[in-house]
């Protein structure tokens, strides 16, 4: 019984995505970690299957049937969104979590347009992906909150937007932002009011091209390296004030809300991790199951038999949390305590299960290109970006007691 | 009970402290960047010692007297906050010189010393998972399989090879001429010369076999624990340096109104790293103490100690990261190097864990 997919819907999409992670993705997963390169032909071919940069203004709502009518009791009919996001992203970063990265990567920056943008910048949005790029390439978008001094400390950001007649002019350097190099749009977060604290973070939309908007330094990383991260920088950067998301609604459109927003993301964070432990697990229980030690099974010796256990149990109850943190978003109550025990325990179980992975192969696990050696490397970003697992400790921590604690 | 070192021990690690703050530290990087050590890697390590101080004096090394690996794993930690890559390569010679000391042949200690004294280098591999197919029917081995990738070997004259022949262990120096060698640079120990073996029918003369059957059992169990040892220490070494690193940084970064490393949660982690680290070092050094007095537990501490300072370092490496965030993610800082660095550790001469349960298995 599968208690929180009751659709057939869950089913398919799983069986649609892995087809695609096992046939488009895993072929290429180690040739772009080698070369850090980010997979614009497979990103193209994602785009034309309907996995669009823009799906979240676009089809947000329709792609898994959903409605936000109320029900014949006036109440809101659950979604199936949180859940089919999910279960897709377990399954694409079975298949490699930097393409995964790489093929969601523009959603960041349309999320908080979908939630907070005008039809106006929705417009500006969606025409600065139309078309390719002078490579040729997809267009992708870009979310820029992170910074040099404020990595998990976001609600003290740096980055200023000052009033200028119709303009905002914003200024600041913005760290670790995925796309931050090649995107056709931004959304730019900055401090509006200083003396507002973080009610004073606001959005901005602001297209490539913009004079003062400089697309900053390509870092090289540990891990999920088809996906592209960079450093971007904003110098007396000129803006259209009716490109400030959430105009008119002062009081819901600042940090707290891209706070929110972050919540709702974790459990598919968490979801990526368990499809990355699934993968390191799947390669050695073959390994185990199909090989010799000395002579006798691999299977028949319980030092082994019960790694693959322990590391069934944990990747098990990861994807319990992420599901459970999916459907209560779906059934619309409220899941921060457990979207982050998710997006952490599932951190926890891909570095765990990718670790032992390797200590179980041996001197193969070290060749250049070995799947598990990559799939260690791309796991240890799941328990810092989004909310490292400190901040998700906190987070669960203050839902317990109702103190901040440090 | 003194846990002091002796002025000899002194000089060396303050020596060697000074090559890795100096050269080893500053390299590191750049050697990590193109996959290759520096030129002067090899002159420098020359000029104090390194190389040949485990070939012994009448064949023109160092040794004078009994190897003391207590003193090698003091250098091995240092070199391990150094850099892993670099640090591999300095080590490299020391097991095949004094394998070849013990149970080599004259032929197979003119060959390995005049290489070795000649700014050659030499490595080990052991084949414990029997990937290669070793025929011993006739006096030396002839061998056919593809191995590894083992470190150093790529530019390694001379491979001391643990294996097995069947069910009979063998081990043998291999002319890295009768191989082909298929260089490889890994996400880890990038500079450390990797290659992976391939044998088709390589043949191995009678007198470079070291040893067989009952003896070769155990004189690899004995070559094995000098390698683990070895690696143990630099294993110590490079989770200090990770920690260092990280608890440096800690204490400059400032998020929520405090240095991180103010942060309870922080302070906690840090602190099992580094108190593991001090087992980890206590037990290296307890296990190199032993095989210097030949004391019958020192293959078993010997595996312990690489086993728990691997797993130390692994840990440590991915805390380490962990407290520099995003920033530990991305190759500006010295950690991400040290995260790649760690995994070799843990798998080189394969799953020490389970390769212990088994020998304790079998000596039931």
Known sequence: MDIFHDHPMFGAVRQMLGAFAKQSIRPIAALHDAEESMPWELMKQAQGVGLAQTSLIDAQKTIAGDSDEPDEHGKKKPRKSARVACVGSEELAWGCAGIA???????????????????????????????????????????????????????????????????????????????????????????????????????FVVTRGTPGLVPGRKEVKLGIRASETAQVHFEDCRVHRDMMLGAGRE??????????????????????????????????????????????????????????????????????????????????????????MAKAHAARTAQAVTTRAMQMLGE??????HPVEKWYRDAKIYDIFEGTGQIQRRIIGKQLTGLNAT | MDFALDDEQQLIVSTIRRLVDKDLGAWA?????????????????????????????????????????????????????????????????????????????DAARAALYGALTGGKLATTASDWAGALTIDASDDGLTITGVLGPVPCLANASHLLLCAKAGDEPVLALVDTA??????????????????????????????????RGVAAHRAIDQVLSWYRVSLAARAVGAAQAAMTHARGYAEERVQ?????????????????????????RALVLQAAWELDAGMPDAANDASRARDFAGATLSRTAIDAVQIYGGYGFVNDYPVEKIMRDARAYEVLLGNEGLLRVLAQKGGE
């Not at chain 1, 969606?126 to 979310?143: C, F, N, P, S």
């Not at chain 1, 598919?268 to 432990?277: L, N």
């Open chain 1, 101 to 203: 990265l790489a093929l969601g990567g523009s959603g960041l920056a349309a999320a908080p347009v979908a939630r907070m943008g005008t039809d106006e910048q929705k417009q500006v949005f969606r025409d600065a992906l139309r078309g390719t790029d002078e490579h040729g390439r997809i267009k992708v978008a870009a979310m820029a909150l992170s910074e040099p001094s404020t990595g998990s400390d976001i609600s003290s950001l740096q980055a200023s937007a000052r009033a200028d007649g119709d303009h905002w002019v914003i200024n600041g350097h913005k760290q670790w932002i995925t796309n931050g190099k090649s995107a056709s749009v931004y959304v730019v977060w900055a401090q509006t009011d200083p003396d507002a604290g973080r009610a004073g973070v606001r959005g």
């Open chain 1, 251 to 340: 009081r819901t459109a600042g940090l707290g809300d891209t706070k929110k927003m972050l919540d709702s993301t974790r459990p598919v964070v968490g979801a990526q991790a368990v499809g990355i432990a699934r993968a390191a697990f799947e390669f050695v229980l073959e390994r185990v199951r199909t090989s010799e030690l000395h002579g006798t099974p691999m299977a028949s010796h319980q030092h082994l038999s019960f790694a693959l256990a322990e590391m069934d149990m944990e990747i098990q109850a990861s994807r319990l949390l992420v599901h459970r943190a999916a459907w209560m978003a779906d059934h619309h109550q409220d899941n921060v305590k457990f979207a982050s």
């Open chain 1, 364 to 369: 193969e696990a070290l060749e250049p290109g």
């Open chain 2, 29 to 105: 990087a750049d050697a990590d960047r193109a996959g290759a050590p520096p030129d002067r890697l090899l002159d420098v390590a020359g000029e104090i010692g390194f190389l040949v101080d485990a070939v012994p004096a009448d064949a023109d090394g160092l040794l004078e007297g009994d190897y003391s690996h207590a003193t090698r794993a003091l250098r091995g930690i240092e070199l391990g906050r150094g850099c892993s890559a670099l640090a591999a390569l300095l080590e490299c010679n020391v097991e095949p010189s004094l394998a070849v000391a013990t149970w080599g042949s």
């Open chain 2, 178 to 211: 009768t191989l082909s060698l298929d260089p490889v640079v890994p996400s880890g120990w990038r500079a450390a010369a990797w290659a992976t073996l391939r044998a088709d029918g390589a043949r191995v003369p009678a007198d470079f076999v070291l040893a």
């Open chain 2, 256 to 280: 929520f109104g405090q240095p991180i490393g103010r942060f309870e949660s922080l302070i906690g982690m840090r602190d099992q790293s580094e108190t593991a680290t001090a087992a980890a």
